[in-house]
């Protein structure tokens, strides 16, 4: 497996000190690699608040902003530095480009609208994903066909006509994608055009509205704009923040940012 290129910024106790990981999950293997997603998606916030602070996202800044500052991020910066983190403790991994679809438009978004991982554990490979907020808990085994049960839903990952792959999760009774991907080792360099585009085009999701969100024991906290959501075993209750001081002091609550 090709391995893409990425800066050496690496401080291993650091990051995993920061995800809450454990001793024991700095030997590679699929237990390992699980514990290792999950603690990390319950302790790093899927956001876009930069791009709402006129600061511009660079995959330079991503561990200061990830481990130091104790921010969370969207895509490129997530799964790319979880990506070396995971290197660094002797994992295979490879970027990959995906298209996520659209349930308005019932269509896939450009390449390299979302950015995930594939990472390989002796002849088998997972699709691992720390990047798209409401997703799977665990990584999923990257075999067409194979309805896989997860601690957020049921998945499956399907074979297309053009040898692109899709994830699809089931709702109901139907399965709805998620997004499609090839298996192209992509370089981190590739990603940039479409970084900068969901920073600053108004077509982006990411330049309408400030996000935050967090994966938790019993549910999901959820910040959009001004509107707190919090899902709580089942149980959802929203609010209407009322000003900047009450916005802030939700960050810092549920979240841990302070801005």
């Given at each position: 497996?090709?391995?893409p ?50 600061r ?5 800044g ?66 691992v ?67 900068r585009?969901?920073?600053?085009s ?44 009450a ?13």
């Amino acid at each position: 497996m090709r391995q893409p290129k990425l800066p050496r910024m690496m401080n291993t106790p650091a990051y995993l000190e920061r995800i809450g990981a454990e001793a024991s999950d700095t030997h590679p293997s699929l237990a390992a690699l699980t514990r290792l997603q999950q603690a990390h998606l319950l302790a790093v916030p899927f956001e876009n608040l930069d791009i709402h602070r006129s600061r511009e996202i660079t995959f330079a800044g991503r561990f200061a902003k990830v481990v130091t500052q104790r921010r969370g991020g969207f895509c490129y910066e997530l799964n790319s530095l979880f990506a070396e983190l995971l290197r660094a403790l002797g994992y295979r991994v490879k970027l990959v480009a995906a298209r996520v679809y659209s349930s308005s438009t019932q269509t896939y978004g450009p390449e390299f609208d979302h950015l995930a991982l594939i990472v390989a554990l002796g002849k088998e490979e997972y699709l691992v994903d720390v990047g798209f907020g409401e997703f799977t808990l665990h990584p999923l085994r990257l075999l067409p066909g194979l309805e896989q049960p997860d601690p957020r839903g049921r998945f499956r990952i399907e074979q297309l006509a053009d040898q692109d792959l899709v994830v699809q999760k089931l709702t109901g009774e139907t399965w709805t994608p998620e997004y499609r991907f090839s298996l192209t080792a992509r370089e981190l360099t590739e990603f940039e055009p479409m970084c900068r585009y969901h920073q600053t085009s108004p077509e982006s999701h990411f330049t309408r509205k400030s996000l935050c969100s967090l994966l938790t024991p019993a549910g999901r906290i959820t910040l959009t704009g001004h509107t707190l959501k919090i899902t709580d075993h089942g149980s959802i209750t929203e609010q209407t923040l009322p000003d900047e001081p009450a916005y802030h002091a939700a960050l810092a609550r549920y979240f841990g940012i302070r801005l």
